[in-house]
Nanobody, 124 residues
Framework: QVQLVESGGGLVQAGGSLRVSCAASGRTFSRYGMGWFRQAPGKEREFVAAITWSGSSTNYADSVKGRFTISRDNAKNTVYLQMNSLKPEDTAIYYC?????????????????WGQGTQVTVSS
């Protein structure tokens, strides 16, 4: 069982930066692939970024490629999403998720555990 807690969300102006974090409980965090998803008001949840258990491979949605960076620190049981050049359309609740297979899948169905989310609001 893994529990995930996101933090670091907030209000930022367009063009600014923000880093959200996801702290995981449990001794097996280093075996899990980790992903970030987001859900904007009135829209379905969508994939943002993912990283394999080792950190050797990452995967990004086209909409964030070149602006967002996913990373992890297995010693701290934490995964990060650094968001730069933020746009108003990045406004959403950001969720982290853990995949027991260790992959960096884009599919929501590939994830076994989910956090409660953290709100990111980008003003124009």
């Amino acid at each position: 069982q893994v529990q995930l807690v996101e933090s670091g969300g907030g209000l930022v102006q367009a063009g600014g930066s923000l880093r959200v974090s996801c702290a995981a409980s449990g001794r097996t965090f280093s075996r899990y692939g980790m992903g970030w998803f987001r859900q904007a008001p009135g829209k379905e949840r969508e994939f943002v970024a993912a990283i394999t258990w080792s950190g050797s491979s990452t995967n990004y949605a086209d909409s964030v490629k070149g602006r967002f960076t996913i990373s992890r620190d297995n010693a701290k049981n934490t995964v990060y999403l650094q968001m730069n050049s933020l746009k108003p359309e990045d406004t959403a609740i950001y969720y982290c998720a853990a995949d027991r297979s260790g992959s960096s899948t884009r599919a929501e169905t590939g994830y076994d555990y989910w956090g409660q989310g953290t709100q990111v609001t980008v003003s124009s």
